[in-house]
C-alpha cells in the first residue's frame, strides 16, 4: 500500500520491513539515520511510548502507539492511526452513536478501538482475559468492562469487534466468539487480516452477519500513517486497489468505500 502510493505520488519515499529484537536501538537507529517514519507493531505499541519525545494527543490519551514521526532532527513524536482505521472501517457500514458494541481485547489495538468509540458515544462493553485490564480500560473510556466469556452473549450487542491476536494464522486460528453468538442485523469485525478470511469472518458471513474484515482497518490506518509521514493526501484508490492485489478473496471485491456485507 505505501509502495504503491509512493510511487503514484512520485515521491523518494520507501517503506520496508525491519524485524526489530532491540527496541531501545532501534529508535536510536532511526535518530541517527534520519529514517522519516516507523509503523509500530504488536508487541511494541506500549513500550515505544517511554523511548519517544513527543507524543500527539490522542496517542497520548491512548496511551498506545502505532506510527512513530521523525522531524528530521531526531524529535520522534508518536502517534495513533489504529482508531482512526478502525472506526472508518465500522462507519461504512453502519454508523456508531448509541450502538451496542462488545469490543473483544484490552491491549494496544483495544485501547485505540475503545477510544474511538468513546468519541461516538457508542455502547461499549469490554471483554479480555485479564479482568483488570478491562477495568482499567473501561473507566478511561466510559465504558463496561466483562470476562472474556461475555462473547457467548455476542448476540446481546449491534456490533461486535475482535481487537485480540486469535484467528490470526501465526497464534491462533480459533475464533474468539461462538458462531451460534453470531445473526443477521449484526456487523462483525476482526481486525485480523493474516488471514483475511478468519474463523470469526467465516463464522459471521454464514450467520448473515455484515462482516468487516482486517484488511478495511489496515487500509484506512495505512492512509492516515502515509499523510503524517508524506505530508501529502493519500491516493487512497490506489493504495486499496494495491491491498486487494495482496490480500486477494472474495471479501476484496467491490469499489473502495462500499460496506462490506455478507
Known amino acids: 500500500m505505501h509502495e504503491a502510493g509512493y510511487r503514484a505520488l512520485g515521491l523518494a519515499f520507501a517503506y520496508v520491513p525491519f524485524e526489530v529484537r532491540d527496541l531501545p536501538g532501534a529508535l536510536a537507529g532511526m535518530r541517527a539515520l534520519g529514517i522519516r517514519g516507523f509503523g509500530v507493531s504488536h508487541p511494541f505499541k506500549q513500550d515505544v511510548i517511554p523511548l519517544l519525545d513527543e507524543l500527539e494527543g490522542v496517542a ?50 483495544g485501547r485505540a478501538i475503545a477510544f474511538g468509540l468513546s468519541e461516538r458515544a457508542a455502547r461499549t462493553t469490554i471483554a479480555n482475559r485479564d479482568l483488570g485490564k478491562a477495568h482499567a480500560l473501561a473507566a478511561e473510556t466510559g465504558a463496561v468492562a466483562a470476562a472474556f466469556d461475555e462473547t457467548t452473549r455476542a448476540a446481546e450487542y449491534d456490533v461486535v469487534v475482535n481487537a485480540t491476536t486469535l484467528g490470526q494464522s ?5 475464533s474468539p466468539v461462538p458462531a451460534e453468538a453470531l445473526h443477521r ?48 493526501p493519500a491516493p487512497l484508490e490506489v493504495m486499496d486497489e494495491a491491498l486487494r492485489r495482496t490480500l486477494a478473496g472474495p471479501l476484496l471485491a467491490g469499489p473502495l468505500g462500499e460496506a462490506k456485507r455478507a
Open 60 to 109: 497520548g490519551r491512548i496511551a498506545a502507539v502505532n506510527t512513530i514521526v521523525n522531524d528530521g532532527r531526531g524529535h520522534l513524536v508518536g502517534h495513533n492511526t489504529d482508531w482512526v482505521g478502525a472506526l472508518r472501517a465500522l462507519e461504512e457500514t453502519r454508523p456508531l452513536g448509541g450502538a451496542r458494541v462488545l469490543l473483544i481485547g484490552a491491549g494496544g489495538a
Open 170 to 174: 501465526d497464534v491462533d486460528s480459533v
Open 185 to 232: 442485523g449484526q456487523v462483525v469485525m476482526d481486525i485480523v487480516y493474516k488471514p483475511v478470511r478468519t474463523a470469526l469472518v467465516e463464522a459471521a458471513t454464514v450467520r448473515g452477519a455484515s462482516v468487516v474484515h482486517g484488511g478495511r482497518m489496515l487500509l484506512y490506518q495505512a492512509a492516515a500513517q502515509f499523510e503524517l509521514y508524506t505530508g501529502r
